[in-house]
């Protein structure tokens, strides 16, 4: 619903001032927010009690923010503070949820929600003010107040102010929680106080796709089919919550900025019909942000909002046993087959929805989930990085309590039923894998179809499955129980790298259980060399999908040693998670940041500590600050001296020639020159000369580094942003000196990485010594003698180890023995000139069963020779010319 007003002479000039208010978040009484809310009633208040708050993914709510909630739904709006993320203006949705008891932890998966009054134009609210708290029976209603300004994430991005043209406006919107609602009301009132233009409205909702699964009415969870555009929610992808953005209209505008802005990250985007507006005039629209059990729910409060006519429909999903079947999802379908909504059972396996009359001709249930198995309690919450205390206390517990949740997996799908008198939707029960390992130790679980997927499921009922796979699975330590259809399967075990793999068929049968007990012999290990992934994401990047604990679990199973908490623009501490996980023993955790400003290249810092009162934990805000940080230099000086500090550390050049810095800077191979010297900086410690399993891209740069005088780490990286993408299978072998993840310590790394001490690797271990002393990264006076081995288990096939100096091949090594010493063998370093030597290992063939998508390749650090013994390393190459 839009209104239209004109008020002649009101806004003469065009200033930021807009109405009086209150000039903070504080000035209404405070009121008991954290008891249960009556039937029949609503609340408002500003939060002066942490109990008050609740967790989840993607909380964030703070004491002075301020809070809306009536007996089903709670939802957080930012006072006026820094946010985290990448808005932190105040005044908008930051944290949404279900009604819990009180121990029961939260499930807060939106990270945050602003008007738009024109693409980008967000509101810079000045005051945040409570205007009915809701102790009169009748809506609670929050207002926030400011003008509107450009969305600094996208200047930033740009680092330009030209994009986004300053418009004079003041925006008011009223976030309004009825009694009884699932939805919250949002009016947002354009006060227009420049030149007349025609403004498009919207709202962005950034959501956790880790955890849910955008659903659109006509293409279900179908990324690729056509939506008819009427809503837009993500579900739980174990039916947490629902969480839903409608409009005041049949449906969002046929904008292109709706399916543009849909499709560049985790958001939900609602745009409207456009206003034109001259100066003096006022525009409301109105719209509702919904959190509900299910999408029908949701769905249906929406329809009756709009009095559209609707239709009963229940019934309940068992299995074929007669036993009902709870957390299952019902997807109500149209004549075309086309989703309409989704309703979930409860736990007595009833369920029920309202829908437009006679739109509605059958109904499915599903209960294959989305494949993915964590070694975590059943119910498991997530943890968030700037969840409340001890809300995140609560989700940590979950891991080894549990915590109650209806969800189910490996039920399949049922036949349709039509749309008439009591649906009964019949799934066939699961049957169970239970995997473990002889050591009782971490391993990733691979679960494939003997014979393919007997189900040709409908990509808009049930989203894909792990990479084809039927399921896949991430076991910490003790056993892994997986759910799966009745069938035949094949099952893979495997523990990265350094270890053996496991293979097995097993024939599962509905409510029986197959054990697979995995024996994975280490192949090799190097005494004080541990396995490292210096780059690697999770929930706190915008455009992960893997949460914390995921992560952990995944790199744990791949046999990674050293995590590297690299989340864009967040320093996020992990540690907390390990014990709860059972990964205290097997995996470290550096904390660390990928600051990402997309024009200068994303780079690495570690390791750092955690700054919980600063906004993202302490990071270089770049988005908010690259007008005072205009050279990469500028960056690097900021991120030494407020994140590093006294105690140094790290800076690492990420994916350099693919959005990283030397193509930024313009960096010429050819003729050794820097196009753009703003953009380039040699203040950094390491390079990526490995990425994703690809290395041909980076590591030339690296060795043209080298020989004009630049000294950085080499590393290799997975820089996951799945669950499991490349993990593993990209890493860095790194000399600390220690044997086990539990004697690692932050200034190790720094003397490891200061010392260049590294081997990057998609599986084969280089160990390179001289007298005996660990080789890579070292000066060293000619003449020396370059003992090698290259190390890997039978799976592996290493074809041939070369040497090079200054980047040309001079010598190899090509006869393969017995695993895991696949190659070994001796060179003598005697240049003429001061020189610097690389070893590289490579093989042909694929590295299956467990990455059959990867071959062998690891690189050494540069050893550099002073060939004359006068104490200092002259390159062979001129120094970079910085234009």
């Known amino acids: 619903m839009f209104t239209l007003l004109l008020l002649p002479g009101l806004l003469a000039c065009k200033d930021k001032g807009g109405p009086a208010g209150p000039s903070d978040s504080g000035t209404s009484p405070a009121i008991d927010l954290v008891s249960p809310v009556p039937a029949g009633q609503s609340r408002a208040g500003v939060v002066t009690d942490p109990a008050a708050l609740f967790g989840g993914i993607s909380a964030e709510g703070q004491p002075g923010d301020l809070l809306l909630k009536n007996d089903r739904v709670r939802f957080v709006i930012q006072g006026l503070r820094d946010g985290n993320y990448y808005v932190s203006e105040a005044g908008g949705v930051i944290d949404a949820d279900l009604v819990r008891g009180a121990a029961e932890p939260g499930r807060d998966l939106l990270d945050e929600h602003q008007p738009m009054a024109g693409i980008g134009r967000i509101c810079d609210a000045q005051t945040v003010t409570v205007v009915a708290d809701g102790l009169d029976g009748g809506p609670a209603i929050v207002r926030a107040e400011g003008p509107a300004v450009p969305l600094s994430l996208i200047l930033g991005a740009v680092e330009s102010d030209d994009l986004l043209p300053t418009s004079e406006m003041w925006l008011s919107t009223d976030y309004i929680l009825d009694p009884d609602a699932w939805l919250l009301r949002i009016e947002t009132t354009i ?51 629902a969480l839903g953005l409608f409009p005041d209209a049949d449906g969002f505008s046929d904008s292109p900025l709706q399916s543009v802005l849909g499709e560049v990250g985790q958001a939900m985007v609602g745009m409207y019909e456009d206003l034109s507006l001259e100066e003096g ?21 929406w329809w009756a909002q709009r009095g559209v006519g609707t239709q009963a429909l229940a019934g309940q999903v068992v299995d074929e046993t007669g036993a009902p079947v709870a957390g299952a999802r019902v997807h109500l379908r149209d004549a075309d087959g086309a989703p309409v909504t989704v309703a979930v059972s409860a736990e007595d396996g009833s369920w029920s929805a309202s829908v437009p009359t006679g739109l509605v001709v059958d109904g499915v249930a599903t209960g294959r989930g989305k494949g993915l198995h964590l070694d975590i309690a059943q119910g498991a919450a997530w943890s968030g990085p700037y969840a409340d205390a001890a809300a995140n206390g609560l989700a940590r517990d979950s891991l080894v309590a549990g915590a109650s949740l209806a969800s189910v997996e490996g039920y399949g799908l049922s036949a349709p039923v039509g749309a008439a008198g009591a649906m009964e939707l019949v799934l066939t029960r699961p049957g169970f894998l239970e995997v473990a390992t002889t050591d009782d130790g971490p391993a990733k679980v691979q679960v494939s179809f003997a ?29 892994l129980s997986i759910p799966v259809e009745p069938g035949s399967y094949q099952v893979l075990v495997h523990r990265g790298v350094r270890h053996g793999t496991w293979t097995e068929t097993v024939e599962v049968a509905a409510g029986e259980t197959a054990r697979v007990t995995a024996d994975l012999p280490l192949a090799w290990s190097v005494p004080g060399v541990l396995a490292a992934d210096p780059h690697a994401h999770a929930s706190p990047s915008n455009d992960a999908s893997a949460t914390m604990e995921a992560r952990l679990l995944s790199l744990a199973a791949h046999g990674v040693q050293v995590h590297y908490g690299t989340d864009h623009d967040h320093v996020v501490d992990y540690r907390p998670l390990l014990a709860p996980l059972g990964l205290d023993g097997v995996l470290a955790s550096v904390v660390a940041d990928e ?60 994916h350099p020639t693919d959005s990283g810095m030397l193509s930024s800077a313009g960096y010429d191979l050819n003729d050794g020159t820097i196009a753009d010297g703003e953009r380039w900086s040699p203040d950094f410690d390491a390079i990526e000369v490995l990425n994703g399993g690809s290395h041909a891209d980076y590591f030339p740069y690296y060795l043209d580094m080298v020989s004009r005088g630049l000294t950085p780490a080499p590393v290799g990286v997975s820089d996951a942003h799945g669950a499991d993408s490349d993990v593993g ?17 932050p200034d190790l790394l720094r003397t490891a990485m200061a010392a260049r001490a590294t081997v990057a690797s998609t599986g084969p271990m280089i160990l390179a010594t001289i007298g005996g002393q660990w080789a890579p990264g070292r000066d060293v006076t000619g003449p020396q003698t370059l003992d090698v081995q290259v190390l890997a288990p039978d799976w592996i096939v290493v074809d041939r180890v070369t040497l090079l100096r200054d980047g040309e091949i001079v010598a190899e090594l090509e006869d393969r023995g017995k695993a895991p010493t696949q190659l070994a063998g001796s060179f003598e370093l005697a240049p003429e000139a001061d020189a610097s030597y ?22 050494t650090a540069a050893i550099r020779v002073d060939a004359d013994g006068d104490g200092q390393w002259t390159p062979p190459l001129p120094a970079l010319v910085v234009e």
């Open 281 to 301: 005039q006022q525009a409301t629209f109105r719209r509702w942000l919904g959190v509900g059990p299910d999408i029908a729910t949701l769905s249906g409060a």
């Open 729 to 745: 299978q990209s890493l860095t072998f790194l000399h600390l000196g220690i044997d086990e993840p539990t004697a690692f310590t």
């Open 451 to 479: 014979a393919g997927d007997p189900v040709s499921a409908d990509p808009r009922l049930v989203p894909g499955r792990p990479g084809g796979l039927a399921a896949q699975g991430f076991l910490g330590q003790g056993s």
């Open 838 to 859: 690389v070893l590289v290992a490579e093989g042909t063939q694929a590295m299956s069963p467990a990455y059959p998508g990867q071959t062998p390749w690891a690189a």
């Open 595 to 654: 600051v990402s400003p997309p024009m200068r290249g994303h780079f690495n810092v570690y390791p750092l500590e955690q700054a919980p009162d600063l906004p993202n934990g302490g990071s270089v805000r770049w988005w908010e600050e690259w007008r005072e940080l205009p050279t990469t230099g500028d960056l690097f000086t900021a991120i030494r001296s407020r994140m590093l500090g006294d105690a140094g550390g790290v800076i690492q050049s990420n």
């Open 191 to 241: 006060t227009w106080q420049d030149d007349p233009l025609t403004v498009e409205p919207g709202d962005l909702a950034l959501v956790s796709y880790e955890v849910g699964t955008v659903w659109h009415p006509g293409a279900g969870f179908d990324e690729d089919a056509d939506a008819d555009g009427s809503f837009v929610a993500i579900l739980g992808d174990r039916q947490e919550l």
